[in-house]
């Protein structure tokens, strides 16, 4: 079993749209959970992270953990063209401060 | 504050060359990390320093190594590039243990043929 795994997608959704990705994930130690934005041909960016179960709300953007599913989510409300990009999930909270990446998720919007 | 930079953004290799990638951070940054990208496939750890002299291996090590002779500097070496290799290499800082954020750099794009 993969420690995370991560839909890859791609999503492609109306500029508007609300849009769901998730990931799941199989390690107990993992403590804190992010979500990084990447552009085309750029550095991850850090979006959101959080380290409890529930949800955490920044402006367009919530990330939700469910720790007894092992289970996060990030929604975005509105999506814009702007926020076309590929979404990575990360898991921390080993030795280190080391993460441990999905896939990433290929989004696009489109007006 | 540049952040993390990177140098070169492009290279090719032909296979059994060797080159030195190189990574700075100007935040005075603790830890540092190295991670390789492959479509599809997220970001593997390939080697992490928590300081000046002190480095360890990550997910994927074999046909790389590192040094961490400053707080600055993280340097990441490849000897006989092979066409696995072939990847985006992403170097990434974080303050130190009451930070969670990774910090990245622009990103280096490897071509081994």
């Known amino acids: 079993q993969k420690e995370v795994e991560q839909d890859p997608g791609p999503l492609s959704v109306p500029e508007g749209a609300i849009v769901s990705l998730n990931c799941t994930y199989s390690?107990?130690?993992?403590?804190?959970f992010m979500w990084y934005r990447q552009y085309s041909r750029k550095g991850p960016e850090l979006l959101m992270y959080?380290?409890?179960?529930g949800n955490k709300e920044d402006g367009r953007f919530t990330a939700q953990v469910d720790k007894s599913s092992k289970y996060i989510s990030l929604f975005i409300r509105d999506s814009q063209p702007s926020d076309s990009a590929t979404y990575l999930c990360?898991?921390?909270?080993?030795?280190?401060?080391?993460?441990?990446f999905g896939q990433g998720t290929i989004l696009t919007v489109h007006p | 504050n540049a952040g993390v930079t990177q140098t070169p953004k492009f290279r090719i290799l032909k296979i059994g060359q060797s080159m030195t990638l190189q990574c700075t951070q100007d935040?005075?940054?603790?830890?540092m990390y190295w991670y390789r990208q492959d479509p599809g496939m997220g970001l593997k750890l390939i080697y992490y320093?928590?300081?000046?002299?002190?480095?360890d291996k990550g997910e994927v090590p074999n046909g790389y190594n590192v040094s961490r002779s400053t707080t600055e500097d993280f340097p990441l070496r490849l000897e006989l590039a092979a066409p696995s290799q072939t990847s985006v290499y992403f170097c990434?800082?974080?303050?130190?243990?009451?930070?969670?954020?990774?910090?990245f750099g622009p990103g280096t794009r490897l071509t081994v043929t």
């Open positions: 935040m005075n940054h603790n830890y």
């Open positions: 390690n107990s130690a993992f403590q804190y």
């Open positions: 990434a800082s974080r303050k130190g243990v009451d930070s969670y954020e990774q910090y």
């Open positions: 320093s928590v300081g000046a002299g002190i480095t």
């Open positions: 990360a898991f921390g909270g080993t030795s280190y401060g080391k993460l441990t």
């Open positions: 959080t380290y409890s179960s």
